[in-house]
T-cell receptor
């Protein structure tokens, strides 16, 4: 069955430090991959997405993600974290096989230390 | 544009009661979705619609019903509320399918529902 795994439930980094959030997926074909951010009390906002082509994709707010087929991963990165990046981050997969299915990971909560 | 709006923001229901969660979008999007988010979990798709008059089940449809009589509105109905339906509910919309056509989903602010 298709699944999305975010192995880190919580991550704490200092402001200005680099960040990498992990996402692994299980799907037979190349999926469509997404990263969303959810600020407290808010809905989700799309950071970036991957469909095909260049495996390094750029998103909003200085985020980027790299698709690695061999590792079934789509990790999110940011070179220098800002305090305003504190939020919950969700990786998601869209499965385009018959019935529409959009699968979210369980999320990684990011805390930023001043 | 207001984007995606949801009402109410909060609601407490007793077991067995019914209610409708309202969702509206003013972006003329064809696709609309309902998700639930349980603590420590990702979002799970309840129902979706690809246009007025067309709805289909998502991953967790049991206990819910939807209708889509207009492009703008996509209400979610809970007929006999159960404690297992305590959750935060998000409505979203997109012009087309995010994966197949590359369109972004826009999310509403959510409705926090407690069933006791």
């Amino acid at each position: 069955a298709q699944s999305v795994t975010q192995p880190d439930i919580h991550i704490t980094v200092s402001e200005g430090a680099s960040l990498e959030l992990r996402c692994n997926y299980s799907y037979g074909a190349t999926p469509y991959l997404f990263w969303y951010v959810q600020s407290p009390g808010q809905g989700l906002q799309l950071l970036l997405k991957y469909f095909s082509g260049d495996t390094l994709v750029q998103g909003i707010k200085g985020f980027e993600a790299e698709f690695k087929r061999s590792q079934s991963s789509f990790n999110l990165r940011k070179p220098s974290v800002h305090w305003s990046d504190a939020a919950e981050y969700f990786c998601a997969v869209e499965v385009a096989s018959g019935t529409y299915k959009y699968i979210f990971g369980t999320g990684t909560r990011l805390k930023v230390l001043a | 544009n207001a984007g995606v709006t949801q009402t109410p923001k909060f609601r407490i229901l007793k077991i067995g009661q019914s209610m409708t969660l309202q969702c509206a979008q003013d972006m003329n999007h064809n696709y609309m979705y309902w998700y639930r988010q349980d603590p420590g979990m990702g979002l799970k798709l309840i129902y979706y619609s690809v246009g007025a008059g067309i709805t289909d089940k998502g991953e967790v449809p049991n206990g819910y019903n939807v209708s889509r009589s207009t492009t703008e509105d996509f209400p979610l109905r809970l007929e006999l509320a159960a404690p297992s339906q305590t959750s935060v509910y998000f409505c979203a919309s997109s012009w087309g399918s995010p994966g197949w056509l590359g369109y972004e989903q826009y999310f509403g602010p959510g409705t926090r529902l407690t069933v006791t």
